[in-house]
C-alpha cells in the first residue's frame, strides 16, 4: 500500500532510474520537471523538439548542456519519434511537451509505430488525502466525455492494471453513480449494473472487491452506509472510484485540490508503457508527482 507520493518518489528510485522521452520539449515548464525528477533521482531524459529552442531553456531550468536532444522542428514529427523512443526500448516513459494534446496522442496510437494495446486511452488520477491513509485513484476525469459500457469496461481494465503494478493486489473498487438504485434513465446506475454483472461471473478482475453503483456518501463513509442500510464491504476504505463521465470526474479533481488540498497526479493508461500529458495550470508538486508515479509504474505497466 502506497500511503502518500513521498512512498512513490522512494519506491521508483529504488527501481532505479527511468528515460522519459519527451515530445516536443521545447518547453521551460516541461524541461523543470525533469530538472525535478533528475535531482530526485527518478529519471533522466531524452529531448525530442527544435534543439535550436531547447538548448537555451537547458541552462534556464538547470540542466546539463549534454542532455540528449534528438532534433526535430516539426512537432508532430517530434512527437512520433519520441514515441518511436519509447516503442524501441531507449525510454520506459512518454511524456508530453510543447505540442498540441490531439497531434500528441495521434502518435500514442499511430498503427505503424505507436503504443496501442487495443484498449481505450483512458486518465487516472491519484490523491494524496490530508491526514488519509493510503493513496486513492479515480479514472476517468481527464480523456473520455462520455464512455459507453464497452469503455468503461476499459477504463477499468486499465486502472486495474495500473494498481497492480502499485502493489495493490486485492484493489476495492467503487463504480459511481448518484445512488444505489438501478434505474434506466441513470446510464451511471445500468452500467455500473452491467460491470458488476461482469465481476460476479469471473470475467472481470474476480479478485478484487468491486460494488455499484454507489453513490458517494456511501462509498466514503461507513457511518452513511449504514445509515442507509447497506452493508458494504468497500464502505470508508475505497482504492479505486470508477467516475461516470468526464464531468465528474473533472469538477471532483478540481475541487479537490483547490478546495481540500488534496495532492495530485496523473497518469495516462492504455497505451504500453505510462504517458504523462499535464495541464498546465499543474503545480511544480504535481507534475512531479505524476513523473514520479509513471516511474514507478514502468517497470511492469499493462503488458
Do not use: W
Request: aromatic share 4%.
Amino acid at each position: 500500500m502506497l500511503h502518500n507520493f513521498a512512498e512513490v518518489v522512494e519506491e521508483a528510485k529504488i527501481l532505479g532510474q527511468k528515460v522519459i522521452s519527451v515530445a516536443a520539449a521545447q518547453d521551460k515548464d516541461v524541461l523543470g520537471s525533469i530538472k525535478a525528477a533528475r535531482d530526485a533521482g527518478l529519471a533522466k531524459a531524452i529531448l525530442v523538439g527544435d534543439a535550436e529552442l531547447i538548448r537555451p531553456l537547458l541552462a534556464e531550468v538547470g540542466l546539463p548542456a549534454d542532455t540528449p536532444i534528438v532534433h526535430e522542428p516539426d512537432v508532430k514529427q517530434a512527437a512520433l519519434t519520441a514515441v518511436i523512443m519509447v516503442k524501441t526500448g531507449q525510454a520506459q516513459v512518454l511524456m508530453k511537451g510543447l505540442v498540441n494534446s490531439g497531434d500528441f496522442l495521434k502518435a500514442v496510437l499511430n498503427s505503424e509505430v505507436g503504443l496501442r494495446t487495443g484498449r481505450l486511452l483512458s486518465h487516472l488520477a491519484a490523491f494524496e488525502v490530508p491526514g488519509g491513509h493510503k493513496l486513492i485513484f479515480h479514472s476517468d476525469g481527464g480523456m473520455n466525455i462520455s464512455p459507453n459500457l464497452a469503455e468503461k469496461k476499459d477504463i477499468l481494465t486499465n486502472a486495474m492494471l495500473a494498481l497492480r503494478t502499485l502493489g495493490i493486489k486485492q484493489p476495492k473498487v467503487a463504480i459511481m453513480a448518484a445512488n444505489e438504485v438501478v434505474n434506466p434513465k441513470m446510464p451511471a446506475t445500468v452500467d455500473a449494473k452491467a460491470l458488476m454483472d461482469m465481476h460476479t461471473s469471473g470475467e472481470l478482475f474476480p479478485d478484487s472487491i468491486m460494488e455499484g453503483p454507489i453513490a458517494m456518501d456511501v462509498a466514503l463513509s461507513a457511518e452513511a452506509a449504514k445509515h442507509k442500510g447497506i452493508v458494504s464491504a468497500v464502505s470508508g476504505d475505497v482504492d479505486l472510484f470508477l467516475l461516470p463521465g468526464i464531468e465528474a470526474g473533472n469538477i471532483l479533481s478540481k475541487a479537490l485540490t483547490y478546495y481540500a488540498n488534496f495532492k495530485f497526479a496523473g497518469v495516462i493508461l492504455g497505451a504500453t508503457h505510462p504517458i504523462v500529458l499535464g495541464s498546465r495550470s499543474d503545480s511544480a508538486a504535481t507534475k512531479l508527482n505524476s513523473i514520479a508515479l509513471a516511474c514507478l509504474m514502468a517497470g511492469g505497466f499493462n503488458k
